[in-house]
């Protein structure tokens, strides 16, 4: 039995997708972007369907989603960031204020948010959950599929 979500058939091809990466722990969201992005390629998004933006930390995450969700522009967005722990409590912060601000964007705009953010004890959780057929991204993407399908249905 798999603990993770099964996914029936998806279709990416009319779904507008919003894609945030944090550059804190740079090589691991690049992973779990570059793993999400060609997911969503795979399963038919076009490329000028997604846009694209960068932030510098994962707190920068939930103003630049809801700044790309005014723009009306996307049907779902995926937020991709790594916090790991540190030697202070600020990881208790930023995971509290990221998760919170996440969800508050998508509550009250209405578009649902996919929260690719790995809260890892070390480096070395990190990695194992964004390389190779570990690697998140994917599972998020797919995720982001169904949801911006979904959105656009309730739009219509
Ligand atoms: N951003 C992350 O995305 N992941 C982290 O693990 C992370 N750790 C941080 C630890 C400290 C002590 C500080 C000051 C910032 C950290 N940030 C981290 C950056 C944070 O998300 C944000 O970009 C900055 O605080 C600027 O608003």
Redesign the pocket.
């Known amino acids: 039995m798999s603990k993770y979500a099964i996914f029936n058939e998806l279709n990416g091809e009319n779904v507008h997708v919003g894609i945030v990466r ?4 740079g090589d691991i ?1 690049h992973n779990l972007y570059t793993g999400a992005v060609a997911t969503f390629s795979d399963y038919g998004v076009p490329h000028d369907h997604m846009r694209k933006r960068e ?7 939930p103003w630049m989603t809801q700044s790309l969700i005014n723009t009306h522009e996307v049907d779902v967005v995926l937020a991709i ?6 030697s ?1 409590p ?2 208790e912060y ?1 995971a509290n204020a ?1 998760s919170n601000g996440l969800t508050t964007v998508s509550l009250q705009t209405g578009i649902p948010v996919v929260f690719g ?1 790995l809260t890892c004890l070390n480096e070395e959780q990190a990695r194992e959950r964004s390389e190779g057929s570990h690697n998140h991204g994917p599972e998020w993407a797919k995720t982001a599929i169904e949801l911006g399908n979904m959105q656009t249905e309730f739009r219509s």
């Open positions: 944090a550059r804190w722990n969201t932030v510098p930390g994962s707190f920068e995450l960031g790594c916090l790991i722990q540190g202070t600020h990881f930023l990221v953010v």
